[in-house]
Every structure is written in C-alpha cells, then in structure tokens.
C-alpha cells in the first residue's frame, strides 16, 4: 500500500522569489534575439525588453498569489520561465520569415499547436504524473510525430518553391560582398 505525504506549504519571502534574476536572464536571452536580422534590432530590442517586463510581472502576481505555497509558485514560475525561452529562441526564426508565407504557416501551426495542448492540459499532467500510464506515450509520440511531419513538410515545401531571400542570408551575403 502506498502511502501519500500530504503536501506541506512553505512561504516565499521576496528575498527568495528569483524574480530579478529572471528578470535578468530574459534580457540576457532577449539581447541577442534583438539583433539577429540585424536591420531591426532598435524595434525588436524595445519588443524584447516590453516581453520581459511583462514576463516578470507575470511572474510577480503569480508570486503575490501563491506565496504561502513555495511548491506551486516554483512550478508556475518554472512554466514562466519556459514561456519565455520559447519566445526568445523562436524570435529570430518569426523574424527572418516575416514577409513570406512561411512565417503565417509557422504562426498558424504554432497557434493551433498551442491550443491543442491546452486543451489536454489534464491528460498531460495526469501522464506526466503517472508516466507508466499508455496516455503518456501516446501524447509524447502524437507529438513527436507532429513535429518531425510538419517540420519535413514546411522543409520540403521551402525548398521546392524556393522562398525569397531571408533577412539573414541577405545580410550575410552583403558583409562577404563587401
């Protein structure tokens, strides 16, 4: 027979509540993500900044809200904090494809993606819980699939219709030309 410990809740002063130093690393992350094409890098730094502001706000309400519970506002945090990462490292990716039809495709994908995912929200958590239980690998697989299948067709796609010149081959190309 298992025995389950009842959840013990511990408060989270603000010393402790790693909001600065999230703070910090969304810029370190969102710094580089500004100039890369680098034609933008004025617009896209004040967006980038503008994200991590909000990010850290997000995460100081989530902390206002559950600071008598240090287990779910690291976890709500930790799941911040991912946001974040996500955004930042697909950031330069949007945009280089921003003009083509490329980048609707991976916004669109991305959007109904997303929505998927919080729609099985309580599967997702019961499988991540339970890992032994079939949903699991049936969602890790489903989305693995999905990936791998998207991925080669939006690569086979670009390459047979031989996409107009991305920001960041353009820029390239003019620094060895010059």
Known sequence: MIHHKKHEKVFVPFSNNRLFITFTLFLILGLPAS???EETYGRWLMINTAVAVVLTVVNYILWRKHKEDSKRYFSLHSFVMLLGLAFFTMAPIFKGLFPSVFFWMLLIG???FILFLFSKSENIAQSLLNPRLKGFSLIM????GVVFFA???LL???LVANPPRILIVRALSNRISS
Do not use: K, N, R
């Open 35 to 37: 100039f890369i094409p």
């Open 110 to 112: 991305l959007t109904l």
């Open 141 to 144: 697989y489903s989305y693995l």
């Open 151 to 153: 991925g080669s067709v």
């Open 156 to 158: 086979a796609y670009m």
